[in-house]
């Protein structure tokens, strides 16, 4: 009986180790937590869609036809972020690049773009909503306790069955 609750216990302990790589799989490298994903916003028309992706200073800007999602090429495009005009440079086909000044501050910046291509020009309008690092930080520590958590009470319930169900077995002997 004590042996049945004892191998129990063992397996669920086991069950809330971590797991270990398997051979040819470096044991010393150093473990990545995921990234968050750069700030983005995202604005639309009938005739375009622009998407921006921010890093640091460096704005990134892809532009592309709503109809087909093909990129526009020979467009000229002038941003308005926060109330501050800047214009995109180009770099390849429907991407543009701008180079800011510093790097934003935290909260909700709205976006205006002019977009000039052949004989049709569009404004397009969207919000950029960064957070800060502390936010980031509360996310990414919090997945872990839950897990943690999670793992405790399944420890617990296994426990308290193994305990039930030797009792039963004591009182029906």
Request: glycine share 10%; proline share 5%; net charge negative.
């Amino acid at each position: 009986m004590k042996s049945t609750l004892l191998l129990l216990a063992a397996l669920l302990a086991a069950s809330a180790l971590p797991a270990r790589a398997g051979e040819g799989h470096s044991h010393d490298a150093p473990a990545t937590a995921a990234a968050p994903a750069l700030p983005r916003f995202a604005a639309a028309s009938d005739l375009f869609e622009l998407v921006g992706v921010l890093d640091g200073k460096q704005l990134t800007l892809y532009l592309d036809h709503a109809a087909s999602n093909a990129p526009v090429t020979g467009a000229t495009l002038e941003l308005e972020l926060g109330g501050t005009k800047l214009k995109a440079a180009p770099k390849a086909e429907g991407e543009f690049a701008v180079q800011l000044d510093s790097e934003p501050k935290p909260g909700v910046i709205p976006v205006t773009a002019t977009v000039v291509a052949g004989s049709e020009t569009d404004l397009l309008a969207g919000e950029l909503d960064l957070h800060g690092d502390e936010h980031a930080e509360a996310e990414a520590s919090g997945g872990s306790r839950w897990k943690l958590i999670g793992g405790a009470a399944l420890a617990l319930l296994g426990l308290g069955a193994a305990v039930r169900f030797g009792l039963n077995r004591r009182a029906a002997a």
